[in-house]
């Protein structure tokens, strides 16, 4: 069995809990560390195995992850799978001095959109990803290295995506050594039947890499695109806790898809995900009283689950 | 051809804007039959075809559908095509003095919910259904009659609702001569695979007769069961603008699903709608200036489309 396969079993739905990460990524006011503890062990109770919990980046630029190592500390306290982000050789650097278990690198679909955004190629991302790998395998903790390929689905600046692209470029993340590869539709492009194709075919090109999802929900498709995903195999879905996330390229928008109707999804589908989803609602008091201008989503926080049927998996 | 199939093609998806029947049906504040010419008037516009815009009842009882007269007329005067509800034979008959052409007949899935909602059993209804089209055939503007079918994916009473059950209702519906049936997710308890799974056997069951499906968006699955009932090769989809429509048994819930939401979803599935999504948008203000404490729902009005690809079938 592979690495990622022992922290992503492949007979299993994992619900990748992002509202840390991204979720935080546009807000100018976040939650304290103490908050993050609390939000990171409340979810744990309710179930939740899986988080990304920041980005190794000058606390200059992202105050709101300027904690990354101390929430680090808090999933390996509580012996969570914590994941994330480092974008350049020195975080990723510093991220190997802490117990964290996945180290997510990111590259574009597109040359547009990775020149814009990371002010790099994509064959430099792509050299980084490779690095990223090196330093990791020969580090002490050997955390795991998922790459995210953002703009999967269609971008914000070059407009349409060629899905042979996608496929080369997943390709390539493969051969550099990436443990995970995910597919984003970073500014909620994709409806179903893009999500099943372009999937279907990655899948082809990677073999046995383990392939997660990263939905949006800007257009209203995220809980359908996930369905969507589920059916051709994928059994790594990210979410955010209340929808956390709005998107820079389409102001107003909702934000990630809303990991509590991930759950019912999931469950509904006869995919079991061990989550406690009254004791999972609960937690986004702690996002509502760090983050008071931030609108939460989610139908069944709004809704409660019903309570005439047996709707787990 | 039928005549369903005349009104329904099958081979095109059908959207059928509910929002004056079913968004209305728990409002205290409705729109003027102005407003009400006025949306179906611009929904047109934007190119919707079929509507469904009240109920024979008695205006003491639903305020908001005493000017059904009057909005049918104005689809006629548009040659939109129009549905209403019709709950007994008086109804009937009241609806056969107008240029309705459908006629919604409803049956609950289960015996409880029949009882507790409608006052009559399952067997009434049906025997009601099989006078609305003995009155429908003999009547000069012979209207369609569809049933729906509430309740039939769990039920707010007797909960766990048996698929064959359903089977059976619907094809009780059938043989009482229903030129459509409706299966209704009345209470939001469906995902995707209680979709697909119900739609499957009663297809089986219903051989040529128009299927439809009428979905709420209570717990956030209504554009994922969509999207389902696509797959399967329903054609013919309710949805109600803005989602209005609240659950009178989740309080606070969402309504219908988002009729805006459900347009993105088919043309990015590959069917094309007619209906120009922008235009339609707009059309909400309506809803909005008439009924101020209806909050309006829909991800495609909040973000608007894609412009940077080409999102139509």
Redesign the interface.
């Known amino acids: 069995m592979s690495r990622a396969a022992a922290a992503y079993p492949p007979d299993k739905v994992i619900l990748r809990e992002v509202g840390l990460r991204d979720g935080l990524q546009m807000v100018r006011r976040f939650p304290s560390t103490k908050a993050k503890a609390e939000w990171l062990r409340r979810a744990a109770e309710a179930g939740v195995t899986h988080f990304e919990v920041g980005s190794f980046l000058p606390a200059k630029a992202m105050p709101q992850f300027a904690d990354v190592r101390d929430v680090i500390g808090v999933c390996d306290d509580h012996g969570l799978h914590s994941a994330a982000l480092a974008l350049n050789e020195r975080g990723v650097r510093d991220a190997l001095q802490t117990p964290l278990r996945e180290i997510v690198t990111v590259v574009s679909a597109t040359e547009e959109h990775s020149q814009a955004n990371a002010r790099r190629s994509r064959a430099d991302a792509i050299a980084l990803i490779r690095r990223t790998v090196e330093l990791a395998r020969a580090s002490d903790t050997m955390p795991l290295v998922q790459t995210g390929l953002s703009m999967a689905f ?7 995506v060629d899905p042979d692209d996608v496929v080369r470029v997943a390709a390539r993340c493969a051969e550099a050594g990436a443990d995970l590869i995910g597919l984003a539709d970073t ?8 999500i099943s194709d372009l999937i279907t075919r990655v899948q082809r090109e990677i073999g046995d890499i383990v392939l997660s999802i990263h939905l949006h ?5 995220g ?2 695109n ?3 995903a589920l059916d051709v195999g994928v059994r790594v879905i990210d979410g955010a806790l209340g929808g956390l996330g709005g ?1 820079p390229f ?1 102001p ?3 934000g990630n898809v ?1 990991f509590e ?1 991930l759950v ?2 999931c ?4 995919f079991e995900t061990g989550i406690d989803l009254e004791n999972l609602i609960v937690v986004r008091e702690i996002a509502a009283a760090e983050m008071p201008e931030e609108q939460l989503y ?3 926080a ?5 309570r ?4 787990r998996a």
């Open positions: 269609g971008c914000s600046i070059a407009g349409e500014v909620g492009f994709a409806g179903p039947a893009q929900d800007t257009r209203g498709m809980i359908a996930a369905s969507a998107c389409a107003g928008a909702t809303v109707d019912f999804l469950e509904r589908k006869g989610g139908a069944l709004r809704a409660g689950a019903p005439q049927i047996n709707w």
